[in-house]
């Protein structure tokens, strides 16, 4: 007998697993249905984010963070260390282990909400009785089963988008599974693209002693962010971590030999050049999976850019069929995904689930750190929007000092007739904790004189926050 649930969630990602959490927790019937597999050929629930991407990408930059204190900063703090070494095998284990505890905490998370979890990749199938409930064909290997619900959500994600020209064998060409696998320290890496894959990966086998050089394709630097935070971002890895980056470059070939892998590219200027390298990594961004999903089974649409196409509270075309995450439009985010995840459910359950796409929170986790919220100044301009800029560097915090981190700088930026906060734009030490403040200040529709009224605790890292607000009024103490 076909089994009946309220909901089917297709995906077990950070957008499925929340959703599924909590349809499960406003009493839906729910069944979770997720395809990954770990290296063993085990299902893993958590999807992109646990698996391969936020969780164990941090466990490395931590490890290699680590090690960079040890072998160039304890010395200031009178710290010595000799025959200072990495084993980076038990590195990679230590972030396998945190990656399966996570993994697993899942799978207890589903037993404890009561959530029906099955293993295989999920297809919509065409149905007669649409109005009443959908059909799901689950198939895990030569085993296939079909399940029914009512509301369907999808949270497929996205995978990385491929390079014709650099086939990915995680062996010597790698994607961000094989970057963060990789069982010793390449003594040339080469990176495709410096977004924020390339960036982090980059870091850590930097830190580690890689000579890696990432080539990207723009003209500017990380123009994701606030052109300013890119400039000193583009210095400080330049100069401090002495990462190799060359921008507005065109990739012509690449070839591959039993010794190396040769990139053969044209510079900004038209010059072509070689790089030479043990392993590359291609991180060009990813695309939204919607592969074997069955969309066109249902008439599910797409959108111009491959992803499903939703409006503001992410309903599709379809009845009852919502989709989240990486493979609908915003930023490719976990915490984005989770939160569109419980809204959906919110919404199933009749309850008011929205997420607002402005101030969802950017942080790219290099040292030093960088992390936005809102509007940045070019966005500003391109607008026409008038506003005011108040920043105050991390030079100047006695809590940076004394953690001997002070590059960097905090960045807010106010509109300039109500003095509404626009956008925090922050580079520098644990910027990932502080941005949340910047958050919640432009969830509650904060001016810039809120946060300079606003008590911050001496000496915190926080204080660079408050006298940027202070800043935008030229009314800085410190400085
Ligand atoms: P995913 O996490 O991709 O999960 C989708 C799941 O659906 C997968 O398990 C997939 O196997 C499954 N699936 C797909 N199709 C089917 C099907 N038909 N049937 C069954 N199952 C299916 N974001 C951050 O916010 N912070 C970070 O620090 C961060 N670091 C990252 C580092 C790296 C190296 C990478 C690659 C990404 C990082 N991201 C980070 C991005 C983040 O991982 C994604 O935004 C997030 O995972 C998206 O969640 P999702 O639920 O939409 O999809
Ligand atoms: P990305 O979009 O951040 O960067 C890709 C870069 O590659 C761009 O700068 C692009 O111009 C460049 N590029 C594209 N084609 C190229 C070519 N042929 N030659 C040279 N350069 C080329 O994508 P990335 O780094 O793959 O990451 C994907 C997404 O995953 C991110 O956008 C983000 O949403 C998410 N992510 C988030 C993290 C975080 O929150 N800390 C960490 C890692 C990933």
């Not at 703090?77 to 396998?96: C, W, Y």
């Amino acid at each position: 007998m076909t089994q009946s649930f309220d909901v089917a969630v297709i995906g077990a990602g950070p957008g499925g697993y929340v959703a599924a959490i909590r349809c499960a927790q406003l009493g839906l019937n729910t069944i979770s249905i997720d395809e990954w597999e770990n290296s063993q050929g085990k299902a893993s629930l958590g999807g992109t984010c646990l698996n391969v991407g936020c969780i164990p990408s941090k466990a490395l930059l931590e490890s290699s963070e680590n090690y960079e204190r040890a072998a160039h900063k304890f010395s200031a703090h009178g710290i010595k260390l000799q025959d200072l070494s990495i084993d980076v095998p038990v590195m990679i284990a230590r972030k396998d282990k945190i990656v399966s505890s996570f993994t697993g905490g899942i799978a207890m998370l589903f037993r404890k909400n009561k959530i029906t979890a099955m293993h295989g990749r999920g297809t919509l199938l065409k149905s007669n009785n649409e109005r009443e409930a959908w059909q799901v064909e689950v198939k895990n290997r030569d085993k296939v089963e079909v399940v029914e619900a009512k509301h369907i959500i999808i949270a497929t994600g996205s995978t990385p988008r491929l390079l014709p020209m650099a086939p990915v064998d995680n062996e010597r060409i790698l994607d961000n599974v094989g970057a963060l696998a990789l069982t010793e320290i390449p003594q040339r890496l080469g990176v495709i693209g410096a977004g924020v894959i390339g960036l982090e990966m980059g870091s850590v086998w930097r830190r580690l002693g890689s000579e890696v050089t990432i080539l990207e394709s723009l003209p500017a630097f990380l123009s994701a962010a606030d052109e300013q935070i890119a400039k000193e971002a583009q210095k400080i890895f330049t100069k401090e971590l002495g990462l190799l980056i060359q921008t507005g470059i065109k990739i012509s070939a690449i070839r591959s030999s039993n010794e190396s892998i040769t990139v053969e590219y044209t510079d900004s200027q038209g010059e072509l050049l070689k790089l030479e390298v043990d392993k590359l990594i291609v991180a060009v961004g990813r695309v939204p999976n919607t592969s074997g999903l069955g969309a066109e089974n249902v008439g599910l649409k797409l959108d111009g850019h491959g992803r499903i196409e939703v409006d503001g509270h992410c309903r599709t075309n379809l009845s009852n069929v919502y989709a989240v995450g990486d493979v609908v439009r915003g930023p490719m985010l976990a915490h984005k995904a989770s939160e569109e995840g419980s809204a959906v459910a919110e919404i199933i359950a009749g309850q008011a689930g929205h997420v607002d796409l402005n101030t969802i929170p950017w942080v790219i986790y290099t040292s030093p750190e960088i992390a936005w919220v809102g509007k940045n100044e070019q966005e500003l301009k391109s607008a026409g929007v008038q506003y005011k800029v108040g920043q105050f560097p991390f030079m100047a915090n006695g809590r940076a000092r004394a953690l001997g981190e002070t590059s960097g700088f905090v960045k807010v930026i106010a509109d300039a007739d109500t003095d509404r906060i626009l956008g925090v734009h922050m580079i520098g030490p644990y910027v990932s904790e502080m941005i949340s403040e910047a958050v919640v200040a432009m969830e509650f529709a904060a001016s810039s004189e809120d946060i300079a009224r606003i008590v911050h605790a001496h000496p915190s890292l926080s204080e660079v926050l408050h006298e940027a607000a202070l800043s935008v009024d030229k009314r800085a103490l410190h400085i």
